[in-house]
C-alpha cells in the first residue's frame, strides 16, 4: 500500500516529537486520553438528542490496556470515531489548534523544548515514545472502519478494516529501550495509573484498566506460610471529579494553573482564579481565570470570547458568549449548572433566565474581583491593565456609556507628577482646591508629551496631568464627561479654566499684530489668540469646538478622505523673544514678518504632531531666513 506523506508543517512538528529529549514524555498518555474524552464528549452530546445512538452517559469509557509482549499501550474509547477525511484532515496534517498553536510557538522559541509540557500538543506527542502507531477507527452514523497506520516521518497509511461499534482504538507501540532510555515503564500498570491520576484525574468518563494484584491464596488464609496468587480486576482509575466541582480549599494553585493552560492551550499563567459556588434561584459553580497577557489574536476578529457551558459535568457549549460582557471577553473559564437543559439550543439560549442571572452574577464577581486585585494588588493589577486596559476603555466608549459607572473606577492613566499609572480616584483625592478640571494630554507617549508647550502653564501651577497615549484614551474620557463631579478637560482646549493672576499692567492691545498673523495664514488656522498657557515656548496649536488633533489623526488614519479637521487655534507667546522678533518685522520688513509667522506655524504644526502641508516649501522658507 502507498505511503501518504505528512503535510510539510506537520512533519517538522513530528521530528521533534520523534527526536525529543524532552523530559516530560509521559505527557504523551495526557494527549491521547483528552482525545478520547473529546470525542466521547460529541457522541454523547449527539446522543442526548438522538435516540439511535442507544447510549446512557453511563455507558461511555476509556479502557487502557497493556501487553508486554507486543510492547504495546492501547487506548481505546467509544467516542465518535473517525471516517477517512477526519484521518486525513485531523491526523495527516496539524489542521488542529493545539498542535497549531504549539508549532507556532516553537517557531519563535526554536530550541526550548520545555515548551511541550505547556501545550496541547496532540496525538503528534505519542511519537514521542512510540515507534509505530496503529488507529483503528469507525465514526458514528458510517459503516466503513479504517486503520491508520503511521511508523513516524515516512508516512502513513489507511486501509478499510472491520470494526463493530462507533469508537478509536489507539494502539501505541514503544519504541526499543536503548542505553539511555527505557520505554518499559509505559507498559508498567502502576506508573500508567500515577499517570492517570496525575494529568487526567478530572476526565468526566471512566479510565479504565486491568490491574492485576497480589492477595493470599483462600486456601492457605489460615496456615503459616500463606501463598499468593494474582488477580486480575477492572478498576476506574481516575475520580473523574472535574477540578470545578472540588472544594476550593482542596484544591492547589498548581491544579489550578495546569488545568488553565490545558484547558485554553496557553503557556502563561492566569494573573487572577476566581472559584465560586453559588446555591440559590439559579445554582452553579464557576471557575474564572483572568489571563496574565493577552492571546496574539485578543484585539482580533479571530479571539472568541465566552465562557464552557456545562450542564452537570457535561459539555453542552464549547463558548456560550451570552455569559461574559462585552468588557470582561478576556476572562476564560467554565460555569457549570444542573438548572439548565442538556439539550437547550442556543437560540433559546439566549433568552433563558437562569443563564441571565448566571451572567449577572459572574459580571459583578469579576468586576469585584478586579477592584480587589486594584486595592491590594496593585502590581498584578498594572500587569492586567497592561494586557487589558483597553478592552475597559472600549467598554467604556461602546454602547453609548452604558457600563462607564462599572468601569470607570478601574481605569489607570500615566501621571505628570506621580510618574506612574494612577487612577481617577486618586486623581481628584489630591485636585488643588481652586482646579477646577480633571486635566489630560495627548501624545504619541509620555516622553513626547512631556514636552508639550500647552502643558507649561498646568505645570506651573503644579496641577496633575493624565497622559492619554493610546487613541481610544481622549474616546473614552469624553465618553465619561465628567468623574465625581470633575469636568475633563484636554491641555489643548482654548480656555484652560484658569484665572490669569497678573494682571497686564499696561493693557496693550496687540490686535493689529494678531490680525497680521491671521491675514497671513489665511484659512489654515481659524483664530490667532494671544497664549495664556505658554511660558517659555513661543507658539502652540490648540483645537478649538469639539475635534481634538489627536481625534483628526484618528479619523485620517482609518479613513484618509474622511475630511475630519479639528479647528486650529494658534496661540502666541507675545513675551517670546521669537514673536518679539516677528513684531519689529513688521515694521521694518514685512515680507520677512510674513516668512516668520508661516515658519512659527510650521513649528506648532511640528510640535502638535501634525503633518507639515508643505515639507519641502518648510525647508525653503527655513534656508531663505538663515
Ligand atoms: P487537538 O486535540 O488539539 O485538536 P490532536 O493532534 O490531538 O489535536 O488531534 C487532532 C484531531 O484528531 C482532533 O481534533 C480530533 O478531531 C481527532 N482525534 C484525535 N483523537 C481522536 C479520537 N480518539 N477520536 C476521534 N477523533 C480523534
Not at 477526519?86 to 510557538?105: C, M, P, R, V, W
Not at 526554536?110 to 509540557?117: A, R, T
Not at 499468593?228 to 498548581?254: A, C, F, G, H
Not at 492551550?265 to 453559588?278: E, F, N, R, Y
Request: proline share 2%; hydrophobic share 35%; glycine share 4%.
Amino acid at each position: 500500500m502507498a505511503k501518504k506523506q505528512f503535510k510539510s508543517e506537520s512533519k517538522r512538528l513530528l521530528d521533534l516529537m520523534i527526536n525529543s529529549i524532552y523530559t516530560h514524555k509521559e505527557i504523551f498518555l495526557r494527549e491521547i486520553i483528552s482525545n478520547a474524552s473529546d470525542a466521547i464528549d460529541k457522541l454523547c452530546f449527539i446522543s442526548l438528542t438522538d435516540d439511535k445512538v442507544g447510549m446512557d452517559r453511563s455507558d461511555f469509557k476509556i479502557t487502557l490496556t497493556v501487553d508486554k509482549d507486543a510492547r504495546t499501550l492501547t487506548v481505546a474509547d467509544n467516542g465518535i470515531g473517525m471516517d477517512r477525511d477526519d484521518l486525513e484532515n485531523n491526523l495527516g496534517t496539524i489542521a488542529s489548534s493545539g498542535s497549531y498553536k504549539f508549532k507556532q510557538e516553537l517557531d519563535k522559541a526554536q530550541d526550548d523544548v520545555d515548551i511541550i509540557g505547556q501545550f496541547g500538543v496532540g496525538f503528534y506527542s505519542a511519537f514521542m515514545v512510540a515507534k509505530k502507531i496503529t488507529v483503528n477507527t469507525k465514526k458514528y452514523g458510517c459503516d466503513t472502519a479504517y486503520c491508520w497506520q503511521s511508523s513516524g516521518a515516512d508516512g502513513y497509511t489507511v486501509k478499510e478494516i472491520e470494526k463493530d461499534a462507533p469508537g478509536t482504538e489507539i494502539i501505541i507501540e514503544m519504541k526499543d529501550n536503548t542505553d539511555d532510555e527505557s520505554y518499559d515503564e509505559f507498559l508498567e500498570q502502576y506508573r500508567i495509573q500515577g499517570l492517570v491520576k496525575k494529568y487526567s484525574d478530572y476526565i468526566r468518563y471512566p479510565i479504565m484498566m486491568d490491574m492485576t494484584r497480589s492477595r493470599v491464596k483462600e486456601e492457605t488464609k489460615d496456615s503459616e506460610n500463606p501463598e499468593y496468587e494474582d488477580y486480575t480486576e477492572t478498576e476506574t482509575l481516575n475520580s473523574m471529579v472535574p477540578i470545578w466541582q472540588r472544594r476550593k480549599q482542596d484544591v492547589t494553585q498548581d491544579e489550578y494553573d495546569r488545568f488553565y493552560s490545558e484547558k485554553f492551550m496557553t503557556a502563561d499563567k492566569p494573573l487572577k482564579t476566581i472559584v465560586t459556588s453559588v446555591e440559590g434561584v439559579v445554582t452553579y459553580k464557576a471557575l474564572l481565570f483572568i489571563p496574565s497577557a493577552a492571546p496574539y489574536d485578543y484585539y482580533t476578529k479571530e479571539y472568541k470570547k465566552g465562557l464552557q457551558l456545562y450542564s452537570s459535568g457535561v459539555l453542552i457549549m464549547e463558548n456560550c458568549e451570552e455569559l461574559l460582557p462585552e468588557h470582561f471577553r478576556f476572562v476564560r473559564g467554565i460555569v457549570d449548572s444542573a438548572d439548565l437543559s442538556l439539550n437547550i439550543s442556543r437560540e433559546m439560549l439566549q433568552h433563558d433566565r437562569h443563564l441571565l442571572t448566571i451572567a449577572q452574577n459572574i459580571e459583578k464577581k469579576i468586576k469585584n474581583e478586579l477592584n480587589s486585585m486594584l486595592a491590594n494588588d496593585r502590581e498584578n493589577y498594572e500587569k492586567f491593565f497592561a494586557a487589558f486596559g483597553r478592552q475597559l476603555k472600549y467598554g467604556i466608549v461602546s454602547d453609548y456609556g452604558m457600563h462607564k459607572d462599572e468601569l470607570q473606577d478601574l481605569l489607570m492613566f500615566y501621571s505628570s507628577t506621580e510618574k506612574k499609572l494612577v487612577t481617577l480616584s486618586e486623581y481628584v483625592d489630591r485636585m488643588k482646591d481652586e482646579q477646577k478640571f480633571i486635566y489630560f494630554a495627548t501624545g504619541e507617549n509620555a516622553a513626547a508629551i512631556d514636552t508639550l508647550p500647552q502643558t507649561e502653564l498646568l505645570r506651573s501651577k503644579g496641577y496633575e496631568i493624565l497622559y492619554c497615549t493610546e487613541d481610544v484614551d481622549e474616546f473614552t474620557l469624553q465618553s465619561l464627561m465628567t468623574y465625581k463631579e470633575k469636568k475633563f478637560c484636554s491641555a489643548a482646549n482654548d480656555d484652560l479654566g484658569i484665572e490669569s493672576d497678573e494682571k497686564d499692567e499696561e493693557e496693550k492691545d496687540n490686535s493689529a499684530l494678531l490680525t497680521f498673523v491671521k491675514e497671513t495664514l489665511g484659512d489654515k488656522v481659524s483664530e490667532v489668540t494671544e497664549s495664556k498657557k505658554l511660558v517659555s515656548h513661543p507658539v502652540c496649536l490648540t483645537a478649538k469646538g469639539g475635534i481634538s488633533f489627536e481625534m483628526e489623526k484618528y479619523f485620517n488614519s482609518v479613513q484618509p478622505d474622511s475630511g475630519m479637521k479639528a479647528q486650529r487655534v494658534l496661540e502666541l507667546n507675545l513675551n517670546h523673544p521669537a514673536v518679539k522678533a516677528m513684531e519689529s518685522a513688521v515694521e521694518a520688513d514685512i515680507e520677512k514678518a510674513k516668512k516668520y509667522a508661516e515658519l512659527l506655524y510650521s513649528q506648532a504644526l511640528l510640535i502638535a504632531g501634525l503633518p507639515l502641508e508643505n515639507p519641502s516649501e518648510y525647508t525653503d522658507l527655513v534656508c531663505s531666513l538663515m
